[in-house]
């Protein structure tokens, strides 16, 4: 909106409420009212002087307990209604007023603005008074109520910021919350930051004032029909200008009040009267990131400029935390990080999957990164489908908050993929080619592979992400379109979807995708065609495929230390630094429960491991470790295996009290995966001490574990197990089965219920 435009509504504003309290005054004068005792106060949006050119005037007649005020009160407001205003009014002595501000939230609300029109100055400056006296001495018992009131509200009208008919006023994102905010600021509890909050109220005031103009009438909701007359009055281009410009001004709104409602939170946690001195108490959470007061902010020390993965540590500690990342904090990361070096580090893209697979965490996180400019540094692909508005009406948000959505979505879906980070990012990029003329899918999947190969993924996870953007809709436009019983339906699918690895990532995406539309877009009935059609392809597919051997690591040249070969016990250790952590080898004589006596040596230790494989080699068992910290103390660590080996040191309560999970686990058997071993595939949250745990109840179920593969992909740690009967041999099917229901029943007791 022009500079011109906003000055010409703010006078306006200004005209409007000074020709109103002109008129207020002339009526009191003209009925008789006294000098003491009395006095005529405008509350509400009138007196915060926020008059459109249809609201009406909030105005009360207050006096001292004892002082007559009937006359008054019956002559007072013939005069305005006969000037043409609309007035809502009230009559109340001192201790009324109060009380009531007292029994209703809405009331008290309208009265922290009261603004003295006439009469005695002094009644309405002692009303004032007391009327914060009380807000600041009730406000830890008021606020939960108000918080209550207004995400009622917010349930009931929506954002602001992407509901289709938006309400200027009751919408989340909207003046109600503006004047909410001020409220909260009145408690001495919080602050805000005032001067975006002005800029943005007064600036959606602009937009109120305008679209009464317009409609002719006192309204708050702008219909669809509205925008091209509201955007040429605010002087912008068009509908779509338009439409940006106030959801725009809904976006930061609704940041300021989240942001500050999450600090009222941590205030309210407090204890009422500390029990120790006052002062900040940081806890770290990761390198250069603490944990203060609710808030994840930076160490004293911490040099965004010299660590570039320190934003994302920050983001994904937030959100996994679902903890406020400190404004101020996330504005001094986009101004001071150093650019990601080109491909992303692995523990960069890491970070970032961890971020977007936070779950609800990840929705305060990112709009926190977004208005202070982080998100578009990190993706400079985001401003394509920044507060873009979905053309489908079966939308019910804008493309961006779609997206962010889906990927909350998708979160909840990692234990179903093999492939957690690339169906994270993919739910990212889905809709990244939306806003052009060319299908978004097409336009999507060039844009898609960039931002992939740029991230640092290898070549055929970028085509794996390019082609789950390309097809995204394959499956819910097949199901819903042709004859699931006609081969052809198959064959259409399963000529783009070529894996079941692929396939699987497919399914978890369309669902993500359409549970972030809507309810409609994930009813019952399309779910169950899509996943008839899935379970037909998978069918297909695995027909098609050639039987293949167990992935087991290729042998290396073993260099055996002597006491491996003296002692059948010993465990060697060694450590190789990398370029971003560390590499553990042990090498031993193959026997039952040997790897789970090294898992459990570093769990211990409290050596945290993304990725790890292990094999069995002639007579040796070989174990490879990654690990993103430096230092590891080999000698250290070959002195916890032997204590473990040599029963001096039981690590299973340690163990068991590290092992705490969030989801339930998914523990499943693939029997397609080889002919040689059974396969035991086992998801589960990240956390120290998980290989550790299933490699001891495995040892005590008298199952050798042959080949291992561990992996973390993002929140997630997938460990995968071709295991065999100690006396060789796949696992029967009934052996096989009771595994894993003991796996499976092992790891969900570490769930947090």
């Known amino acids: 909106m022009s500079g011109r435009e906003q000055h010409v509504s703010a006078t306006e504003r200004s005209e409007r409420t000074t020709a109103a309290d002109a008129a207020c005054t002339a009526a009191y004068d003209a009925g008789g009212g006294p000098d003491t005792g009395v006095a005529l106060l405008a509350v509400g949006g009138y007196g915060r002087r926020e008059l459109a050119p249809y609201s009406d005037l909030d105005v009360l007649l207050v006096h001292d307990r004892g002082v007559d005020v009937e006359e008054l009160a019956g002559v007072l407001w013939y005069p305005l209604w006969d000037g043409g205003f609309k007035i809502d009014h009230a ?17 008290a609300l309208g009265l922290l603005d009261a603004r003295h029109l006439a009469g005695d100055p002094n009644v309405t400056l002692r009303l004032r008074a007391q009327l914060f006296a009380a807000w600041r001495r009730d406000a830890r018992n008021r606020l939960p109520g108000l918080r209550t009131m207004t995400r009622a509200r917010h349930d009931l009208v929506g954002e602001l910021a992407h509901v289709s008919v938006p309400d200027l006023k009751e919408a989340e994102g909207g003046l109600r919350d503006a004047t909410v905010l001020k409220a909260l600021v009145a408690t001495w509890l919080v602050d805000i930051p005032h001067t975006d909050l002005d800029l943005s109220r007064r600036a959606l005031l602009d937009v109120r004032d305008h679209l009464h103009a317009a409609a002719g009438r006192a309204t708050d909701r702008v219909a669809p029909e509205m925008w091209d007359e509201l955007a040429a009055r605010l002087g912008l281009a068009d509908a779509v200008a338009a439409q940006g410009h106030v959801r725009g001004l809904g976006r930061r709104i609704d940041h300021i009040s989240r942001t500050t409602w999450r600090r009222v939170d941590a205030v309210l946690a407090q204890e009422r009267v500390p029990t120790r001195p006052r002062r900040p108490q940081l806890e770290r959470v990761a390198p250069g990131v603490a944990l203060a007061a609710g808030e994840i902010v930076l160490e004293k020390g911490a040099r965004p400029a010299a660590d570039p993965l320190l934003v994302l540590r920050a983001a994904a500690e937030a959100a996994e935390r679902d903890v406020l990342l400190a404004p ?27 971020l977007l697979a936070s779950g609800r965490g990840l929705l305060d996180v990112w709009s926190t990164l977004e208005e202070t400019g982080v998100a578009e540094r990190l993706l400079p692909e985001w401003s394509r489908v920044h507060g873009l508005p979905h053309a489908s009406v079966i939308h019910r948000f804008t493309v961006d908050r779609h997206v962010i959505e889906t990927c909350i979505e998708a979160a909840a879906l990692i234990r179903t993929v093999a492939r957690p980070d690339v169906l994270m990012v993919a739910a990212l990029l889905h809709d990244i080619g939306k806003g052009g003329l060319v299908d978004h899918s097409v336009a999507g999947e060039p844009i898609a592979r960039e931002v992939a190969a740029r991230m640092g993924f290898a070549p055929d996870e970028v085509d ?28 259409l ?24 539309a809507s309810a409609k877009a994930w009813s019952t009935w399309r779910a169950g065609l899509v996943r008839q059609l899935a379970r037909r392809t998978l069918a297909s597919l695995l027909a098609r495929a050639t039987g293949a051997a167990a992935p087991v690591a290729g042998e290396v040249e073993l260099e055996v230390p002597a006491e491996v070969r003296r002692d059948p016990r010993a465990v060697a250790v060694t450590v190789q630094e990398t370029v971003d952590g560390s590499r553990i080898t042990t090498l031993a004589t193959d026997r039952n429960g040997v790897l789970a006596d090294v898992a459990a040596a570093l769990a211990v230790q409290r050596v945290a491991v993304r990725a790890a494989r292990a094999w069995s080699q002639g007579p040796y068992a070989v174990s490879v470790w990654e690990s993103g910290e430096r230092d590891v103390d080999a000698a250290v660590l070959r002195e916890r295996v032997a204590a473990i080996v040599d029963g001096r040191l039981d690590p299973g309560d340690r163990i068991a009290r590290m092992v705490r999970s969030t989801r339930e686990p998914s523990v499943v058997v693939r029997p397609e995966a080889s002919r040689r071993a059974t396969v035991l595939e086992v998801r589960t949250d990240d956390r120290p001490g998980v290989v550790a745990l299933v490699c001891r109840a495995l040892a005590g179920l008298d199952i050798s574990v042959r080949s291992a593969h561990i992996s973390t992909l993002g929140p997630q740690a997938v460990d995968v197990f071709y295991v065999q009967e100690a006396s060789a041999g796949a696992l029967s099917e009934q052996r096989a089965a009771a595994a894993a229901h003991a796996l499976r029943a092992l790891l969900s007791a570490t769930v947090d219920r």
Not at 334 to 354: D, I, M, N, T, Y
Not at 468 to 489: G, I, M, Q, Y
């Open 91 to 107: 009559v109340r002595d001192v201790d009324e007023t109060l009380t009531a501000a007292a029994d209703d939230l809405k009331v």
């Open 493 to 516: 699918v399963a000529r783009h979807v070529t894996t079941p690895e692929a396939l699987s990532l497919l399914v978890a995406l369309t669902e993500a995708d359409s549970r972030a």
């Open 464 to 491: 794996l992400v390019g082609d789950l953007v390309r097809w995204h809709l394959l499956l819910s436009e097949t199901a819903t379109t042709r004859d699931p019983d006609d081969p052809a339906t198959v064959e």
């Open 328 to 354: 101020a904090t996330a504005a001094r990361l986009g101004a001071e990080s150093a650019p990601l070096p080109v491909p992303w580090p692995a523990e960069a893209r890491q970070l970032f999957v961890r």
